[in-house]
């Protein structure tokens, strides 16, 4: 543990998504399972995606896919130790076993995406309650390093355990038609949330409703961190929404990177920020991305607020950060995109160096 944190007295402290990176917990593909297939699980999917996961339901990932993105999250992990941040990874699990409460089983996912399960609010560590039930014992893979940050001093909270019943979804979901406003396929029923459809300026928090967070999750959390923080709840235009950060994501004081469709009107928040759009994606028309669209190209990761981790083959990508003043650490991660995520998701940054302040 570096000396600031030591000082601080949490090993937990992140206010923002661009403060430099000393601690990052890093996910793992290992045993990851297509979940059962269900209404909650299809509503974030294109057409295409939910016929694959309908075939698949139980099945693990190929292998070969599995190991590929592997290697490339080993290659993440030394990039990340060569600029000195300490790199955490969960246990392996097998997802394939099946497991349940009253009235449901189910069995799980994976563990690679730490992003949409933790949420770190300044000293303060949060697992979400997740809205699949595949992902309802998601927080097991890192309850060795909540127990370690809790006895060394971090904020530790889990939200009300929801109970996934019924009543939580929408049976006869449909996709909204064109141009329809938003159509939650989950009801008000109790607090859901996953953590990645939140993001972090500092003493403002954005977060947007989804498929997987409803308004009283949004309002657990506005409750749980309190009068330091304003929650804004933002209104997208994404189809199939499911996780803020590839659609709006804040990368320095002062610069917003947005998708160019989804925001139709950048919060007012951000009036004296410069906004640029994500390039187009250049993820071949090939490759398999099962969960997501291309736009995970705008899933990057702040090491500080000059270094930015991008896709290796991603050019155009690395020409807008070095044109807005941020340097591009490469790293392949293709593969692993197909898994339905990039750098962001696959990590929870556990603590930034820096201050609770307001940048908007
Ligand atoms: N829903 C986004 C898209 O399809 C992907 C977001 C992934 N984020 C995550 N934390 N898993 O573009």
Redesign the pocket.
């Known amino acids: 543990m570096s000396e600031s944190a030591q000082a601080a007295g949490s090993p937990v402290r992140a206010y923002n998504e661009w403060d430099p990176l000393e601690e990052v917990i890093v996910g793992t593909v290992d045993g990851a399972h297509f979940p059962p297939y269900d209404v909650v699980t299809a509503a ?1 999917l294109s057409p295409q995606q939910r016929a694959v996961f309908r075939e698949r339901a139980g099945q693990p990932f190929p292998a070969d896919e599995v190991a590929a993105a592997r290697d490339e999250l080993d290659q993440l992990v030394e990039i990340l130790k060569n600029h000195g941040v300490r790199v955490r990874r969960p246990d392996p699990r097998d997802h394939g076993r099946s497991f349940g409460a009253p009235g449901w089983t189910s069995t799980g996912l994976y563990d690679a ?1 730490p ?2 399960l933790l949420l770190v609010i300044g000293e303060h560590i949060i697992e979400a309650p997740m809205a699949w039930r595949s992902r309802y014992f998601a927080s097991s893979a890192y309850r060795p390093l909540l127990k370690e940050y809790f006895r060394a001093g971090a904020r530790w909270s889990a939200a009300p355990r929801p109970e996934l019943s019924d009543e939580l979804y929408v049976e006869d979901w449909t996709d909204q038609p064109e141009g329809e406003p938003f159509r939650s396929v989950i009801t008000e029923f109790e607090p859901t949330f996953d953590a ?1 459809d939140f993001i972090r300026c500092g003493r403002d928090i954005f977060a947007q409703r989804s498929h997987v967070t409803n308004m009283m999750g949004i309002e657990w959390v506005r409750q749980l961190i309190g009068a330091d923080y304003q929650v804004h709840v933002v209104e997208l235009a ?1 189809d ?4 803020i ?3 709006l994501m804040p990368l320095a004081p002062g610069k917003v990177l947005i998708h160019p469709d989804r925001v139709p009107e950048v919060p007012s928040q951000f009036k004296d920020w410069e906004v640029r759009r994500a390039p187009s994606p250049v993820i071949p028309d090939g490759h398999p991305l099962y ?3 291309k ?2 190209n705008m ?1 990057v990761l702040m090491l500080d607020e000059t270094h930015m981790l991008v896709e290796a083959e991603d050019r155009p990508m690395q020409e807008l950060a070095e044109s807005w003043g941020i340097t591009p650490v490469l790293c392949p991660f293709r593969n692993f995109n197909s898994f ?2 990039s750098f ?2 696959a990590t929870t940054d556990v603590r930034r160096r820096g201050e609770l302040r307001s940048y908007l």
Do not use: F, L, V
């Open positions: 974030p995406m992003r949409d990645a994404d199939h929404p499911m996780h950060d590839a659609s969960m997501t669209s736009w995970i899933n339905g995520g962001h998701c």
